[in-house]
C-alpha cells in the first residue's frame, strides 16, 4: 500500500494581508501566477523606476489599494517599507527578516 500524505490541512486560499493604517487593510495576491508574473517583470525591470514600483503594488494589491497608496504622497523609504512587507508576507517570513535580508543586499 502507497504511503499517503495529506497536505488537507495545510492548503489554504486565504491571503495575507498588509495594514497601512486603522482604515487601509489590503489582501496580496500571492497566487502561484502572480508571483511568477512579478518575478518576470522585476527580471527585467529598473527598480528604481516609479512606475515599476506603481505597478508591482498594482498587481499584488489591486488597483483600488494602489490608487489609496499613490494618494497618500509617502516618501521612498515608506514603498520600500511596504514592499518589504509584500514580499515577507509572500514568502511566510517575518517583516524583520526581510528588512534585514534587503538592507543587507542593499548595502543600505
Do not use: C, H
Request: proline share 1%.
Amino acid at each position: 500500500m502507497s504511503k499517503i500524505i495529506d497536505l488537507s490541512g495545510k492548503l489554504t486560499n486565504e491571503r495575507p494581508k498588509l495594514k497601512l493604517a486603522e482604515d487601509k487593510v489590503y489582501e496580496i495576491d500571492d497566487r502561484k501566477n502572480t508571483i511568477l508574473m512579478m518575478n518576470q517583470k522585476m527580471r527585467s525591470a529598473d527598480i528604481e523606476d516609479v512606475e515599476f514600483i506603481d505597478e508591482m503594488i498594482e498587481m499584488l494589491l489591486g488597483e483600488k489599494a494602489a490608487k489609496e497608496i499613490n494618494e497618500m504622497n509617502l516618501s521612498i523609504s515608506n514603498y520600500q517599507s511596504i514592499m518589504i512587507a509584500i514580499m515577507a508576507a509572500i514568502t511566510g517570513e517575518e517583516y524583520e527578516v526581510a528588512e534585514k535580508r534587503f538592507r543587507q543586499s542593499a548595502d543600505i
